[in-house]
């Protein structure tokens, strides 16, 4: 067996890696008046390949598409990350400023091998190459800054009300132990907004080469993929892990609890950002005819714009929650549908159980930050629990004119 | 050829037809302390087996069923039409209160035969009977009153913020002529939203018995179809075609023309619908590998979050479009899209058309009610126009606790 502790330090709590963040003035300033950060990069003592998953959407920004062509397959020690444009849309333009932004980074510090570029914000701008480049100056790597990661975390949100990282050690039995960190930007409906999830891992375990994309994919079947409709991705969706196995320690139960745990909490932080939510619901699917099935009445369920604003309104309206999941394709019938808000069942095979006194009760779930829609089916063993939230006045605020 | 021309009456132009709206204190009344209509009823004098079109939901209302096996292949005359309730996931209890309704109905009225229910409202709570049968002793068939077919319209909204109907003459070249009208109930955002959409369409053209159904499926892919995902539809979503045949004139090129006419109208006012948004979108998509392709690109802009809430803005963020485009899984690529707001071009095969004058031009588009977003896949033959709207403040008024 193994424990799983919480620590400090997010992306840099694992030895051997350092992230920091600073300004390029891509963001307006602060309301105080100091600068916005707005550039992170995440630094990896040791070269190694990186495990990725990234987005399905068929146009991918050309970050991406600079990686595939030029880095994947080979040894990297370097992330560089921009918010505020998201270098999409941008054809081979796009590519070749990511050549000349990395090209003055590695003539700056000649210690950087293959960098890679990771962007977030509006699609279909040119990058401001200048004043990312201008911001290398301030770049500094000795500092060992115990605030780096947090100013890392800050540096690459964009609607993100907070930032979001976490770090994990885990102790195995013979009292070895490794360490996970993240970091991750992405705001409250993700899906079907598109809003960019960007994250990034870090670990001192010694992840096989050969497994680390399988496990990464695993992982995020749960969580970034259980917010989010499959295939219905930003352009700049990306996950990295960095894996540079200075602990010699590996379990790959242990490891997979531990991603999974910071995966969950990432992926849960998105759903409930408050620019966007105000309450994080998760909707589970059981009893379907298989997991396909669960998996397509449950994200139904978080994509349908009836159930988010009866959701912010604190109403229990059950039948579109019902109808929802009888449009959604997937094999249901009445007679053996059961629908309920955390414990409080509110149809059950058949019947109506929603009497003024159990209406009361599942109001008061409601009215909870966090709670629990269940469906069972009630035909197989088909399970699946996706991760969704309301729609009030705040995502229209926020989105109406997201480029200004 | 034919020719066109708009009519007064709605349901009741054709002859034979008597629509009319009563209250059965199903509504609150109105604010100036009026009773509001919310029973309608469509009578022919002739007995017809009308043309139909359900809800693809697996979960179909108590009155969809009860057609299904008692009335469908039968002869009626009769529609019976209530809003605030939509008598769906009622179960056995709910085809048996249909049943009681209607043999009230029969046994106050014995000249109605085989009578149909259709209901739009709540989904959850067993039907008011009382209520409903109460208000057949304001049931007047003979008062032949001209408002009669408005205030048919007006009862069977729920959300809608004003009533949909039409009525069209087709005069053939050689002076014989007949009439289609049609009234309806849906409020915009149909889509992904799920509220109930209602169209009743009485002509009394000639149809051939075993050519309506196909041509109000033909027409409604075009109209109904294209505001609402496909197989994505409410549990109570059903259009009915009443064709009495009494004009003794038919020829199927007129008769689609009108038809197609006629569910385009109602279909846009459904989206136009003032209640949840201001603006009415074609997203018209060419160029898509096939047909197939297209409708799937169109339908998932006319859902886009990001996109309804840019629209909402006046925003032309074209990025969103491209992003929802590609996550949309349909083939598309950089090098051969091209986007326009009505004729400004913002994005054209690969190159960025988005200078301060062209943003100028695009916002100014779609500061107009009504405009049009194409995008050239440049691939194929593949062509479909959906219809959508933006997402609003009024939206979530609405929907955050319609049950109220």
Redesign the interface.
């Known amino acids: 067996m193994f424990e799983i502790i919480p620590i400090k330090g997010g992306v840099n709590a694992p030895q051997g890696f350092y992230a920091d963040g600073v300004s390029a003035g891509l963001k307006p300033p602060l309301p105080n008046g100091a600068p916005a950060l707005d550039v992170a990069f995440l630094y990896s003592e040791d070269v190694l390949k990186p495990f990725t998953l990234f987005t399905?959407?068929?146009?991918q920004a050309a970050p991406i598409t600079h990686f595939k062509h030029f880095i994947k397959g080979k040894e990297s020690n370097f992330v560089l990350i921009n918010t505020k444009n998201?270098n999409?849309?941008?054809?081979?333009r796009g590519v070749q400023d990511v050549c000349d932004i990395l090209s003055s980074l590695t003539q700056k510090f000649p210690f950087i091998q293959n960098p890679i570029m990771s962007s977030t914000g509006?699609?279909?701008?040119?990058l401001p190459k200048e004043k990312i480049i201008a911001s290398f100056a301030s770049f500094d790597f000795n500092a060992k800054c115990e605030n780096a990661h947090t100013r890392a975390a800050d540096a690459i949100r964009t609607t993100d009300a907070f930032s979001k990282e976490i770090a994990l050690r885990v102790r195995l039995d013979n009292g070895e132990s490794f360490c996970i960190g993240a970091m991750a930007k992405g705001a409250g409906?993700i899906q079907?907004?598109?809003?960019t999830m960007l994250c990034f891992i870090t670990t001192d375990a010694l992840v096989p080469q050969n497994e680390g994309d399988r496990i990464l994919r695993e992982c995020a079947k749960t969580s970034f993929n259980a917010i989010s409709v499959d295939?219905?991705?930003?352009?700049n969706d990306s996950v990295f892990l960095f894996a540079n196995g200075r602990s010699g320690v590996y379990n790959e139960a242990a490891f997979k609890e531990a991603l999974k745990m910071i995966m969950h909490k990432l992926a849960t932080d998105m759903v409930r950002d408050g620019e966007g939510s105000t309450k994080l619901v998760a909707f589970e699917v059981c009893g379907a005819r298989d997991e396909s099935q669960a998996i397509c009445a449950a994200k139904a369920l978080t994509?349908?714009?009836?159930v988010k604003?009866?959701i912010?309104?604190e109403?229990p309206?059950?039948?579109?929650i019902?109808?929802?999941?009888?449009?959604?394709?997937?094999?249901?019938?009445?007679?053996s549908l059961r629908i309920a808000f955390d414990s409080v069942v509110v149809?059950d095979r058949?019947?109506?159980c929603?009497d003024e006194e159990n209406e009361a009760r599942a109001a008061a779930v409601m009215e909870q930050e966090s709670f629990r829609i269940t469906c069972d089916l009630g035909i197989g063993e088909g399970h699946f629990v996706a991760y969704g939230c309301d729609?009030?006045?705040r995502?229209?605020d926020i989105?109406?004119?997201?480029?200004s």
């Open positions: 399905s959407n068929r146009f998201a999409a849309m941008t054809g081979e509006v699609i279909g701008q040119y409906m079907p907004a598109l809003a295939g219905d991705m930003s352009t994509n349908s714009l009836l604003t009866a912010y309104g109403d309206n059950w039948g579109r019902a109808s929802t999941i009888g449009a959604s394709g997937v094999e249901c019938n009445e007679e149809f058949g019947q109506i929603f729609l009030g006045y995502y229209i989105n109406a004119d997201y480029r």
